[in-house]
C-alpha cells in the first residue's frame, strides 16, 4: 500500500471517528485545512484535519498524519513545520500506524494517536484510535483573517462538491427509470408484457 492510499485512510478513520453521534457530535472538522489564503510560506502550510469543537470553550484539536519514519524525522527536524497549528490548537496529535515512532520520540508539546490501517478497512463503519501519549493542554491563538478565509473556503468547497454528487445521484436515478422503460417497452413490441401490465410494474417501481 502506498504512503498516499495510507494517509487517505487514516484521515477517513479520524473523520468518522470524530463526526460519531454522541460526544463528537459538536465537532466541526476541516481536512487539509490552509492556514492562510495568501500564497506566503506560512499560508500554504496545511493542517491533514483541523478540529473545532463547538460547545463551550470551542477546544481546537490538529492532527497531523505521519506513515512513513522519514517523513516524521523531517518534521521534527523543522521547528517550524507545525508552529501554525500548534498556535491556533489547544491539542496537537501526530496520527501513526501503531509502531511506527516510540512514545519518547513525541515532542512535550505533542500528542500520539495509532490507527491500525487493516483494523479499519475491514470494518469502516466505525475505529477509535488508540491513545498512546496524551496531549497536554495549550492555550490558543485567535484565528488570523487569513485562516478564517481559508475556512470559509473551505466549507464553501463542500458544499458545492456535495451539491454535485446529489445531482450525479438524480442523473442516475433518472437513467436508471429510463433503462427500466425501454426494457419494459421492449417487451412490449415482442409481445412479451401486456402494456397495462407494463405501466403498472413502472408505476410501482417508480414509487419504491
Known amino acids: ?39 506566503c510560506g506560512v499560508a500554504q502550510r496545511r493542517i491533514d484535519l483541523f478540529m473545532i469543537d463547538s460547545g463551550a470553550g470551542n477546544v481546537t484539536t490538529a492532527f497531523e498524519i505521519k506513515v512513513s519514519r522519514g517523513d516524521f524525522k523531517h518534521d521534527l527536524d523543522n521547528d517550524l513545520k507545525q508552529r501554525g497549528a500548534r498556535l491556533y490548537s489547544n491539542y496537537f496529535y501526530y496520527v501513526t500506524p501503531p509502531g511506527l515512532v516510540k512514545t519518547e520520540e513525541i515532542p512535550v ?15 469502516k463503519t466505525w475505529y ?66 401486456s402494456e397495462y401490465r407494463t405501466w403498472e410494474l413502472m408505476e410501482y417501481k417508480a414509487k419504491k
Open 1 to 39: 500500500m502506498k504512503d498516499k492510499e495510507k494517509t487517505s485512510l487514516i484521515l477517513e478513520a479520524l473523520i468518522k471517528n470524530n463526526t460519531a453521534w454522541g460526544r463528537s457530535r459538536h465537532n466541526i472538522l476541516f481536512p487539509e485545512l490552509r492556514l492562510g489564503s495568501g500564497y
Open 128 to 193: 477509535t484510535p488508540r491513545e498512546i501519549v496524551p496531549a497536554p493542554l495549550h492555550s490558543k491563538a485567535m484565528p488570523s483573517w487569513g485562516l478564517i478565509c481559508s475556512m470559509i473556503r473551505h466549507i464553501n468547497k463542500e458544499a458545492g462538491q456535495q451539491r454535485v454528487a446529489d445531482l450525479n445521484e438524480e442523473v442516475r436515478l433518472l437513467q436508471n427509470k429510463l433503462n427500466r422503460a425501454e426494457s419494459l417497452l421492449g417487451k412490449i413490441a415482442r409481445g412479451e408484457e
Open 109 to 123: 508539546w505533542a500528542g500520539l494517536l495509532e490507527i491500525d490501517i487493516e483494523k479499519y478497512k475491514a470494518d
